[in-house]
C-alpha cells in the first residue's frame, strides 16, 4: 500500500531550473527508507540512474548531470528532491522516482517506482 509520488515535473528553457519532489505515501508508518533516488527516460532511449542519496548524506551523480542537479531528502518526509540547474534540451525525459523500502521487523527489501513525471526543456 505503499506509493510514491512525484510532482514538480514542466516545460522550462534551457538554462532554466525545475525542482522535481518524490514522497512515499499510504502506509508508511512501519517502514523503512534505505536509498532514494531519481531515473530518467529519454525517446529512444534507455532509463538510466540521474542520481540517488541512501539514509544519510551520501548521493551518487550520474557524470552528464554532476554539477547541475543536487539531490536531497528530508526523512521525516519520506521525501526526496532532485533540484535541476542549468537545464538542456538533453535532460527532456520522463523522471521516476525510485526507492528502497522494507517493512520493520523484516530482512527484506523491495523495489517502488513513482509513475513518471515529464520533464521537457526547450532550446
Known amino acids: 500500500q505503499v506509493q510514491l509520488v512525484e510532482s514538480g515535473g514542466g516545460l522550462v528553457q534551457a538554462g532554466g531550473s525545475l525542482t522535481l519532489s518524490c514522497a512515499a505515501s499510504g502506509s508508511t508508518r512501519n517502514i523503512d527508507i534505505n536509498t532514494m533516488g531519481w531515473y530518467r527516460q529519454a525517446p529512444g532511449k534507455q532509463r538510466e540512474l540521474v542520481a540517488d542519496i541512501v539514509s544519510g548524506t551520501r548521493t551518487n551523480y550520474a557524470d552528464s548531470v554532476k554539477g547541475r542537479f543536487t539531490i536531497s531528502r528530508d526523512n521525516a518526509k519520506n521525501t526526496v528532491y532532485l533540484q535541476m540547474s542549468s537545464l538542456r534540451p538533453e535532460d527532456t525525459a520522463v523522471y521516476y522516482c525510485?526507492?528502497?523500502?522494507?517493512?520493520?521487523?523484516?530482512?527484506?527489501?523491495?523495489?517502488?517506482w513513482g509513475q513518471g513525471t515529464q520533464v521537457i526543456v526547450s532550446s
Open positions: 525510485h526507492a528502497n523500502i522494507k517493512r520493520r521487523g523484516v530482512l527484506r527489501w523491495d523495489d517502488y
